[in-house]
T-cell receptor, first 118, second 114 residues
Framework: DAGVIQSPRHEVTEMGQEVTLRCKPI?????LFWYRQTMMRGLELLIY????????DSGMPEDRFSAKMPNASFSTLKIQPSEPRDSAVYFC????????????????FGDGTRLSIL | SQQGEEDPQALSIQEGENATMNCSYK?????LQWYRQNSGRGLVHLIL?????REKHSGRLRVTLDTSKKSSSLLITASRAADTASYFC??????????????FGQGTILTVHP
């Protein structure tokens, strides 16, 4: 079975450019998460969706970051304009929808996009 | 501060030895999960333990949970070089603003020498 697919795997661009990261979750999963990982701050949750609806975007660093999920099989994370401090590995993860009795489900991660802003 | 904090930050052992990693957290939880991350790859889910469980096994993995101490441990028995990776605990935080989220610790870097 295909796992979570992220593209591109690597992105190098200059400061000020727009960056778009893409994610295809596992079919049948209802929840999708975007994380950022750096040595200094570890793994940070940026935003998550349930049934394509953004539930919590409190982790989005600032207005330069935006995320969309137009349908159940696709999501994007956009940075515009990009800055050097945005350099990190960005992960997308998906899971079955959490429920009141079971709580959070195991998350399945893609292999990430390594972003470098020069 | 992080909801989950792993200890030690790094662990180096010989193949065949057991590896124990600990995780402490601050608030009530529904469940606690352990993940592994190999270099350059995404996190892989290992095991989930619910707040009403005290111990869980999966192959060479053994996880314990002590909700009174707000701590968990991951034991890898008979370690192999392929177990070399970073290991993270993640907690969900029962109710409130943490609902739906997982908060990851900083991880333990495990190195298993052949």
């Amino acid at each position: 079975d295909a796992g979570v697919i992220q593209s591109p795997r690597h992105e190098v661009t200059e400061m000020g450019q727009e960056v778009t990261l893409r994610c295809k979750p596992i079919s049948g999963h209802n929840s999708l998460f975007w994380y950022r990982q750096t040595m200094m701050r570890g793994l940070e949750l940026l935003i998550y969706f349930n049934n394509n609806v953004p539930i919590d975007d409190s982790g989005m660093p600032e207005d330069r970051f935006s995320a969309k999920m137009p349908n159940a099989s696709f999501s994007t994370l956009k940075i515009q304009p990009s800055e050097p401090r945005d350099s990190a590995v960005y992960f997308c993860a998906s899971s079955l929808k959490l429920t009141a009795d079971l709580g959070n489900q195991p998350q399945h991660f893609g292999d990430g996009t390594r972003l470098s802003i020069l | 501060s992080q909801q989950g904090e792993e200890d030690p930050q790094a662990l180096s052992i010989q193949e065949g030895e057991n590896a124990t990693m600990n995780c402490s957290y601050k608030t009530s939880i529904n469940n606690l999960q352990w993940y592994r991350q190999n270099s350059g790859r995404g996190l892989v889910h290992l095991i989930l333990i619910r707040s009403n469980e005290r111990e869980k096994h999966s192959g060479r993995l053994r996880v314990t949970l002590d909700t009174s101490k707000k701590s968990s441990s991951l034991l890898i028995t008979a370690s192999r070089a392929a177990d070399t990776a970073s290991y993270f605990c993640a907690t969900d935080g029962a109710g409130g603003t943490s609902y739906g989220k997982l908060t990851f610790g900083q991880g333990t870097i495990l190195t298993v020498h052949p």
